[in-house]
């Protein structure tokens, strides 16, 4: 990519990618093109697909769980055409990396509410409970076990008292205790770990 194209591109991702400076943003855009596999037919949209994607998260930002991370690449994946292109990219990053505590809680919810109903349910905070926690070989029923932390987690955060997660029942038990934000596992990244990346194409 030229200089000139770089630019435009930079000035135009910059009016939504608030977080970012210019320079941030041309960063940012550069990496983008270092792992995106560019396509065959050059009118064809560039973007990084589902797997390149997941690998980044796990590569770069040390993700390990699947789940979490597919539910990442659809919240970076705005327009839902299975694709992130260099927009949803740098905004994405933009909550990601910087994100105000309110734009962190509503992209964790997002990822945390596994089939997109507007709700964490006792069955998505069990299967996310049981895969972020390390098996204690000892328990004779590790299930038992995580039911209760659900039951926990329920008793704690789930204000109107219905069974399950709404958005506004998240943000207040956030607001209350910031640990909570990332309650069902991790899905922020590791910002020591991608400063060194950025270095790296500098
Ligand atoms: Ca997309
Ligand atoms: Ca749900």
Not at 2 to 29: D, G, M
Not at 64 to 86: K, P
Request: glycine share 4%; charged share 35%.
């Amino acid at each position: 990519m030229n200089r000139k194209k770089l630019q435009k591109v930079a000035e135009s991702v910059c009016r939504t990618a608030k977080h970012f400076n210019k320079i941030e943003v041309e960063c940012l855009i550069k990496l983008f093109h270092t792992l995106v596999v560019e396509p065959s037919d050059r009118h064809a949209t560039i973007g990084l697909d589902r797997n390149t994607f997941r690998n980044i998260l796990h590569v770069t930002f040390g993700m390990t769980d699947d789940m979490i991370m597919d539910r990442v690449f659809r919240a970076f994946d705005t327009d839902n055409d299975s694709c992130v292109s260099v927009t949803e990219w740098v905004e994405g990053l933009s909550i990601f990396l910087r994100g105000t505590l309110e734009e962190k809680m509503k992209y964790c919810f997002e990822v945390y509410d596994l089939n997109g109903d507007g709700y964490i349910s006792r069955e998505e905070m069990f299967h996310m409970l049981k895969n972020s926690l390390l098996k204690q070989p000892s328990e004779e029923d590790p299930d038992e076990g995580i039911k209760d932390l659900v039951e926990i987690t329920l008793k704690k955060m789930d204000y109107d008292h219905d069974g399950k997660l709404s958005y506004t029942d998240f943000e207040k038990a956030v607001r209350d205790e910031n640990l909570l934000l990332e309650a069902f596992g991790p899905c922020l990244p590791d910002i020591k770990v991608f400063i060194f990346a950025c270095k790296k194409i500098k």
